[in-house]
């Protein structure tokens, strides 16, 4: 395991040593290479560390760390690509895989920027962090088996252009995040793993079977906090939700929808049954290969 205060590599930020959980992830997060974020996500002891809850931290340029590719581009622009072809199949693998990319600057993200949160909201986004990473790892390495890298296809960046949004309100954030377009993911897996299933990649049906379980548990942390929250602000859950996606934009999600996955991430049969009677958002570009999750 590598001591939560190891130095910065050559041409990374040179930020103080962590002395806290949410300075480490502050400095995870500006890590550009994807895979190397991952490995040391994955590899971090954060056993000694303190969380320092209370601490506002100073936002540095630049977030997130990114590689210099995928070239990101609008969802319009995006190809569909029958997974028929091995080329298809690479480039829906590679859509899943940077989306546990963004996922992991999500997590980290969370955890560095909203203080004054309890020290379990912290120590549950850590290790969101770590399963995203992964989960990266393990598509990563699909992606590797059958020729190909992560880069090599075009991508887009819904996921943190909702983070940016949301940046300043963490209630937005979970409402928004976890609770949309991560729990988007947990209606698109089914057929994504069909898909997979009938091109006779059962490998990455497997990985897709180990994503959606730690993802359910994700959308539940998502849950879990936003109610927190809500109480503490004396706010109803559903009319709150409902307020916030329109303020900031949200996109319309549209069936089908699992159900039981929702059900076992934490959401309530209100909420559910508001899933069908929403007011028309803008909407953002969620087909299953490219909305958030699985």
């Not at 996922?103 to 909201?121: C, H, K, S, T």
């Amino acid at each position: 395991m590598h001591p939560i205060i190891s130095s910065p590599a050559p041409g990374e930020p040179n930020l103080p040593k962590p002395e806290s959980l949410r300075l480490a992830c502050l400095r995870l997060l500006q890590v550009k290479a994807t895979q190397d974020k991952a490995a040391r996500v994955r590899a971090t002891d954060t056993v000694r560390c303190t969380l320092d809850a209370a601490e506002i931290f100073p936002e540095p340029p630049g977030l997130p760390g990114r590689p210099q590719r995928p070239l990101l581009v609008q969802p319009a622009q995006l190809k569909t690509r029958a997974v028929g072809t091995l080329e298809g199949r690479a480039g829906l693998i590679h859509a899943l895989t940077h989306i546990e990319a963004n996922a992991i600057n999500l997590a980290l993200d969370m955890v560095w920027r909203f203080a004054g949160m309890p020290n379990e909201f912290y120590r549950d986004w850590w290790r969101v962090a770590q399963e995203e990473s992964l989960h990266f790892e393990l598509l990563n390495a699909h992606l590797n088996r059958m020729g190909f890298a992560y880069g090599d296809f075009p991508a887009h960046d819904g996921l943190w252009d909702m983070a940016e949004r949301t940046k300043n309100d963490v209630l937005a954030r979970l409402a928004l995040v976890p609770r949309t377009l991560e729990a988007r993911g947990l209606d698109a897996t089914p057929a994504v793993r069909m898909r997979l299933v009938s091109a006779g990649d059962l490998a990455a049906a497997k990985i897709l079977d180990i994503i959606l379980r730690d993802e359910i548990g994700h959308v539940a942390i998502g849950n879990r906090w936003y109610r927190f929250l809500c109480e503490l602000r004396q706010l109803d859950p559903l009319s709150s939700y409902a307020e916030l996606a329109l303020r900031y934009q949200a996109p319309t999600l549209k069936g089908p929808f699992n159900l039981d996955a929702r059900r076992a991430a934490g959401f309530t049969e209100a909420e559910l049954s508001a899933l069908n009677s929403a007011p028309s958002l803008r909407a953002i570009r969620t087909r299953p290969d490219t909305a958030h999750g699985p």
